[in-house]
Structure formats: structure tokens, C-alpha cells
């Protein structure tokens, strides 16, 4: 299993539609894990952290399956400016406590 | 609220030239990171520092790479002599600690010529 595994896309979604992004890691040991989004040729911007089950911030919820080592994003009632790549990160046990990125969803939120 | 900031937005370079990425981390964050992301890929790990010395590297991490704290508020990357593969995003990233949630700066463009 890669160390952390996307679907890379594209969603394309009418404006006002619930999606849901999927995420696999194979780190065991993993405690905390993130969701990133990232525009077109600019910086990484933090979504979400996730360090028990899931959590829930407006449109947004994300949810952790330990057992299956799985991660889900849902967006509901999505917006045009929703359109962005959303990055799976998960963070090392080793002691540099480095980011391992997925390569990425990408979402398009259409008229 | 407060930011990373790196300098400068765009380098162009020739192959075979020193160059020097820099960046300013979040005051009291503890972790800095380099990352870089070449164009149509995904965002790759280079390096993490922590008092004041390395603690992780990749494989990307090469000898041509150093990474170095010159003084309480930058945080510099060093490619020594560049390639045309090294054209990427280079993003630097900081932590209040490990293991925990980083903030990128906007990123530095190079592109080697």
C-alpha cells in the first residue's frame, strides 16, 4: 500500500451537491492526520485536522477509520469556490515529524 | 495573523548556479520544513529542522542541498550547484510542534535554465 493514497479526480459537481473524497495511509502508528487545500499554483492551505474520529467545521466533516486506515472528507451544499485540489496529509512517526502528502483530489464546482 | 513568508516569489537561474531560498517561519513555531513540488505533482518532502540541526531528510536531500537558521527569524535553502530538474515550487513550512498541523508559505518558483 503507498503511503498515502487518492483518488486524484477531477470531480466535477453542480454548485449545491455533497461530495465525498476518499484517503488511504498505510502508517499504522499514525495519530493525526490533515486535510489540505491547495489552488492552482499556490501554497498548501490547512482544511481540517483530524486526531480522533472526525471532525466537523460547517460544510466540511472528516472522518477516520483506524481499522481500515481510511480518511473521508465530505463537503456539503458545495460552492463555486470550493473548486481546488484537496491533499490527504499524514504526518510521520519518525522524528522528523514530517508531512506525507497524497497526490491530491481534484474538484471542479460547476453553474 | 501571522504567516510564513518566503523571498523570493520567482528565481530564474542558470544550471550550475548556487542559489539561496528564503524564509521567514511563524515566530513561535518550533519545526520548519522544506518541501517542493514539481509542476503536475504532488508536494514531496525535503527536509525538517529542529533545534537548530536537521532531523529528517529524504532522499531528494542531497549534498547539493543545505538548510541553515543564519539568525533568530530566517530560515534559508541552499541548492549549491542547480539542475534543470531542480525547477520546482519550493514551499517552506513551520510547526508550533511536531507531528502537528504546518503553515506554508506562498512559495519560491525557481526555474533552472
Known amino acids: 500500500r503507498k503511503e498515502v493514497e487518492q483518488d486524484p479526480g477531477p470531480f466535477n459537481v453542480p454548485e449545491g451537491a455533497t461530495v465525498a473524497f476518499n484517503c488511504t495511509y498505510s502508517?499504522?502508528?499514525?495519530?493525526?492526520f490533515f486535510w489540505y487545500r491547495q489552488d492552482c499554483r499556490k501554497e498548501p492551505k490547512l482544511l481540517m485536522s483530524v486526531y480522533s474520529s472526525g471532525n466537523e467545521d460547517g460544510r466540511f466533516t472528516a472522518q477516520l477509520n483506524r481499522a481500515s486506515q481510511y480518511i473521508s472528507l465530505l463537503i456539503r451544499d458545495s460552492k463555486l469556490s470550493d473548486s481546488a485540489t484537496y491533499l490527504c496529509v499524514v504526518p510521520g512517526t519518525g522524528g522528523g515529524n514530517k508531512l506525507t502528502f497524497g497526490t491530491g483530489t481534484q474538484l471542479k464546482v460547476e453553474l | 495573523e501571522p504567516e510564513v513568508t518566503q523571498t523570493p516569489s520567482h528565481q530564474v537561474t542558470q544550471m550550475g548556479q548556487e542559489v539561496i531560498l528564503r524564509c521567514v517561519p511563524i515566530s513561535n513555531h518550533l519545526y520548519f520544513y522544506w518541501y517542493r513540488q514539481i509542476l503536475g505533482q504532488k508536494v514531496e518532502f525535503l527536509v525538517s529542522?529542529?533545534?537548530?540541526?536537521?532531523?529528517?531528510k529524504s532522499e531528494i536531500f542531497d549534498d547539493q542541498f543545505s538548510v541553515e537558521r543564519p539568525d533568530g527569524s530566517n530560515f534559508t535553502l541552499k541548492i549549491r550547484s542547480t539542475k534543470l530538474e531542480d525547477s520546482a515550487m519550493y514551499f517552506c513550512a513551520s510547526s508550533e510542534l511536531g507531528g502537528t498541523e504546518a503553515f506554508f508559505g506562498q512559495g519560491t518558483r525557481l526555474t533552472v535554465v
Open positions: 502508517n499504522s502508528a499514525s495519530q493525526s
Open positions: 529542522f529542529y533545534n537548530n540541526e536537521i532531523s529528517e
